[in-house]
């Protein structure tokens, strides 16, 4: 059977979702192919020594500090990350080529930024002739050294036109970049509830005829939260906190004057934005992209405490026309405002953006399976196989 590596790490959720999501269509496609989901992170640091030293993983860090908001010095961080990365590059690879060689997939398939050079020079080196594809979970690039590393004989799979034409600007040609219909997204986004809003409404003690907002910042929640349920006391708001269950108590124990449901974490995610009209939240692309299937406008915010990744997709919601961006949540009430006399306008420019990433990415792959493994190349593979070994 045919093993195919999908290479994720947790560093904000998306990633490891995005891999579960494939993998979870793949097996329903019935598809002869083994998938396995390689952390990144536990190839790199078998052992943990990072996690015994500092008592959390490496993508620990990053995840509390979306949860706290101290995002402002990220775009420094993230080059400093880079070069280390490059300074580190040849451990790296001599630690990658040992997963390959022990491992030997026949493909391997990438959703994570950043370490996309040191897995490519791993991978050829190890096992030449073995196909590479990035699937880019972002709406776009954010160059140099992110998603999209110029000259490495590989695919790119890419959910907007904005990253087909990244691609395309660093010498890639057609038979290389792989276009799809948006990111990819749980199966179960896809499929129909049937449910009476009314009657869910109220049985979570939500009213029926209220215009509502589900405010979502993630798998940790944002302490942003608490300033948008404080300003926005008369709107009725479903707040999903995530893991982060002192950030819920505290929504709990504001007042309000409209009616509002705060959860924890949950799975449940299409159901209760079936429930809302209308998405606040990070610009992030999973959420983006949730709320869009879920045909809800959006109202996210670009300052300097956005993730520099995350800039485009503000551009792209006003590119498309399909929320509110701005400055600042200090002035969501006024968003909320002009947006809901307007629903119906703003769900009609995001009802035809139809997305369905997650079931064409599988013909994709196989094209590249195809292409890898014609009789030349097989047989280019086998012999360097039979060399390494």
């Known amino acids: 059977m045919t093993c195919i590596d999908l290479v994720y790490f947790d560093a904000g959720g998306g990633h490891r979702a995005s891999a579960n999501a494939l993998e979870a269509v793949i097996?329903?496609?019935?598809?002869?192919?083994?998938?396995?989901?390689?952390?990144?992170?536990?190839?790199?640091?078998?052992?943990?020594?990072?996690?015994?030293?500092?008592?959390?993983?490496?993508?620990?860090?990053?995840?509390?500090?979306?949860?706290?908001?101290?995002?402002?010095?990220?775009?420094?961080?993230?080059?400093?990350?880079?070069?280390?990365?490059?300074?580190?590059?040849?451990?790296?690879?001599?630690?990658?080529?040992?997963?390959?060689?022990?491992?030997?997939?026949?493909?391997?398939?990438?959703?994570?930024?950043?370490?996309?050079?040191?897995?490519?020079?791993?991978?050829?080196?190890a096992l030449p002739g073995v196909p590479y594809a990035t699937i880019l979970t972002d709406l776009a690039d954010y160059p140099p050294h992110f998603w999209i590393e110029r000259g490495q004989a590989q695919h790119f799979i890419c959910g907007t036109p904005k990253a087909v034409a990244q691609a395309y600007a660093q010498g890639y040609g057609p038979e290389q970049v792989h276009a799809t219909s948006g990111m990819i997204l749980r199966p179960d986004f896809y499929r129909p509830l049937n449910i009476d809003r009314v009657s869910e409404r109220r049985k979570h003690g939500l009213d029926p005829d209220l215009p509502t907002g589900l405010v979502l910042f993630g798998g940790s929640g944002s302490a942003a939260m608490l300033g948008i349920a404080e300003r926005l006391k008369d709107t009725q708001l479903i707040?999903?906190?995530?893991?982060?269950?002192?950030?819920?108590?505290?929504?709990?124990?504001?007042?309000?004057?409209?009616?509002?449901?705060?959860?924890?974490?949950?799975?449940?995610?299409?159901?209760?934005?079936?429930?809302?009209?209308?998405?606040?939240?990070?610009?992030?692309?999973?959420?983006?992209?949730?709320?869009?299937?879920?045909?809800?406008?959006?109202?996210?915010?670009?300052?300097?405490?956005?993730?520099?990744?995350?800039?485009?997709?503000?551009?792209?919601?006003?590119?498309?026309?399909?929320?509110?961006?701005?400055?600042?949540?200090?002035?969501?009430r006024r968003a909320v405002a002009e947006m809901v006399p307007q629903l119906d306008a703003y769900r009609a420019r995001v009802r035809p953006l139809e997305n369905r990433a997650v079931f064409e990415i599988p013909d994709i792959l196989a094209g590249i399976l195809a292409q890898a493994q014609g009789p030349e190349q097989d047989g280019a593979s086998a012999a360097a196989k039979k060399i390494l070994f």
């Open 27 to 125: 097996r329903e496609q019935g598809r002869p192919w083994q998938v396995r989901l390689v952390n990144l992170f536990e190839v790199l640091d078998p052992q943990g020594s990072f996690r015994r030293f500092t008592g959390m993983r490496p993508e620990d860090l990053y995840n509390r500090r979306l949860e706290r908001g101290w995002t402002l010095s990220f775009r420094q961080e993230l080059k400093l990350l880079q070069a280390v990365i490059r300074l580190a590059h040849p451990r790296l690879v001599r630690s990658l080529q040992q997963h390959w060689l022990r491992t030997e997939p026949d493909m391997v398939v990438s959703v994570v930024p950043n370490f996309n050079r040191a897995l490519y020079a791993s991978l050829t080196s």
């Open 239 to 332: 707040l999903v906190c995530g893991h982060n269950e002192a950030l819920a108590n505290k929504l709990r124990a504001l007042p309000a004057a409209a009616p509002r449901l705060v959860l924890g974490f949950t799975r449940e995610i299409p159901y209760y934005m079936e429930l809302a009209d209308f998405f606040i939240g990070k610009p992030g692309p999973g959420s983006l992209s949730e709320a869009v299937q879920k045909n809800l406008p959006v109202i996210v915010e670009r300052n300097a405490w956005t993730m520099p990744q995350e800039r485009y997709n503000t551009v792209w919601v006003q590119e498309q026309q399909i929320g509110i961006v701005l400055r600042s949540f200090r002035s969501i």
